[in-house]
């Protein structure tokens, strides 16, 4: 680590946090005092970062920037690059000694995992003190909790290096009697491999490596929103959403936690390697929104539908026990059931089809699946997005469905506050319609009920929009609802109608 960065994370963030250390979840980190809402309880700076992994696009190496011509490419390597001007050109020197060992091909897929690894490897004669601090974590290589998966993965990466770059390597080594680097055993790529894989983080094109933020554990209810500066070198700033009392973890989100329990932990799983046992993973009915639900088919001769939940969710293969009849389901079928629905939503939806259409498919979604369904709920957001006249009162209703699902797994607005905002705004375009249609000069009493509903999404959407600016850049979606109320506020006006919006 930079001495910058420690004395900026010790001088400043010391008082707010300590780290902490269980055997099978390793280091973390808890509140060392009371933290408020908005508080800042880190800020820190990456220890290395690099292009994200992609098969869909060409990033370049130096500022992970997208490259539109494939043949833009480093002419020692040939890994994709900007130009030979690249602001960021001196982060790929080192590691284009050996990535030219191994000429690319056209059509080749750059691997930009294996590239960070290299480059990780590299510190320790580039970087010295960053590589102190990489090496020094935990690879939980030998926790009891690694999946036989992750260790495949890992022992793979590690094969596939040693023999496309350390091999020429060391014999390019041996010719020039110049070590490029002093350590790249076995046992060290698939510690650095294991590091990488459990702790980095992404941020647009971009995946990057935090000494301290990377200790925050994952909770599909988390207490604190990071926010990552990309004019600012990609300093990563984190931040409590909650109260959170001493002795609390600090928590974030690695997940999507609109999706489903089994989802969610199947992500974690592949993408971490960890296992979540937070409140709402506990819970079958997922603080009662029912986002997993299966609707019970019963047996040919008693149609049942009642709804099938996981009995006990965090097992790695529940039974979907049904809450009318006896009938059980084992996990891998429901799974590879809600896989495939996955799959037909993906479909249905990439076709861009009608209204209508999207409503029938969703009708019949729901013969299978809870109306409240994470799977249900994505068509419904669909349908919401659509400009369909004449369609304002099923499109409220939908809305306020997602709201009231939203507000119980993100009650902090950690993570789904811009999805909120944008429920709102529909809601209230919704809304409005209705007004104009309805009203009658001669009976504005009438309308006054929904007046005020619309002055209260305008002031709910505001103090969501004023909160998120705290954390990102949201001036543009503020701008628009205040542009929402200026349109209220002079057609009130021009009715002769007085409301108070403070």
């Not at 490259?67 to 602001?87: F, T």
């Not at 600012?232 to 001493?246: D, G, H, L, R």
């Amino acid at each position: 680590m930079d001495e910058k960065v420690e004395e900026k994370s010790s001088e400043d963030n010391c008082k707010a946090y300590e780290i902490g250390c269980i055997k099978d979840l390793g280091k973390f980190l808890i509140a060392k005092k009371k933290i408020e809402a908005g508080d800042v309880i880190l800020v820190d700076s990456p220890v290395i970062s690099g292009p994200k992994c992609t098969k869909d696009e060409y990033i370049c190496v130096g500022c992970c920037k997208t490259i539109d011509d494939e043949d833009q490419r480093c002419l020692a390597c040939g890994w994709p690059l900007c130009s030979a001007d690249c602001p960021s050109l001196t982060v790929h020197s080192a590691e284009c000694q050996i990535l030219k060992l191994c000429p690319t091909k056209a059509g080749d897929y750059f691997s930009n995992d294996i590239l960070m690894i290299l480059r990780c490897l590299l510190l320790q004669t580039t970087q010295k003190d960053k590589w102190g601090v990489i090496i020094s974590w935990d690879d939980h290589l030998q926790d009891k909790n690694t999946s036989k998966d992750f260790l495949k993965k890992i022992q793979e990466k590690c094969t596939f290096i040693e023999e496309i770059y350390i091999k020429p390597l060391k014999a390019q080594e041996k010719i020039s009697g110049k070590p490029l680097l002093p350590r790249a055993s076995k046992d060290v790529i698939q510690k650095v491999c294991a590091i990488l894989h459990k702790n980095l983080m992404e941020c647009d094109n971009r995946q990057i490596l935090y000494p301290l933020a990377s200790l925050l554990e994952h909770n599909c209810l988390p207490n604190c929103l990071e926010f990552i500066q990309e004019k600012n070198n990609y300093n990563i700033i984190v931040k409590a959403v909650t109260t959170i009392s001493k002795g609390d973890h600090i928590t974030l989100s690695y997940t999507n936690i609109l999706c489903g329990t089994q989802e969610r932990r199947r992500h974690l799983k592949e993408l971490k390697d960890i296992c979540c046992f937070c409140q709402r993973c506990k819970d079958p009915t997922e603080f009662n929104t029912f986002l997993s639900a299966m609707i019970c088919f019963g047996t040919e001769e008693d149609a049942c539908k009642g709804v099938q939940l996981p009995q006990n969710p965090i097992e790695e293969n529940p039974k979907w026990i049904c809450n009318k009849c006896d009938i059980k389901l084992p996990n891998k079928d429901v799974l590879k059931f809600v896989h495939h629905l996955n799959k037909e939503v993906s479909k249905e939806l990439k076709k861009n089809p009608s209204y209508d259409e999207v409503n029938e498919f969703m009708g019949k979604l729901q013969l299978f699946l809870h109306e409240s369904h994470y799977l249900v709920n994505k068509v419904k957001y669909q349908l919401i997005q659509c400009q369909e006249n004449g369609r304002e009162d099923e499109q409220l209703k939908w809305c306020q469905e997602l709201l009231d699902i939203v507000r119980k797994i993100d009650p902090y607005k950690a993570r789904l506050g811009l999805y909120i905002s944008t429920l709102l705004t529909k809601q209230f375009e919704s809304k409005r319609e209705l007004l104009l249609q309805s009203f009658s000069p001669d009976q504005k009493e009438n309308s006054l009920t929904l007046i005020k509903e619309l002055r209260n999404i305008l002031t709910e959407n505001k103090d969501l929009l004023t909160f998120l600016c705290k954390f990102n850049d949201e001036e543009s979606l503020l701008k628009k609802n205040s542009e929402h109320e200026v349109i209220l506020r002079e057609w009130l006006m021009e009715q002769s109608i007085l409301i108070d919006f403070n």
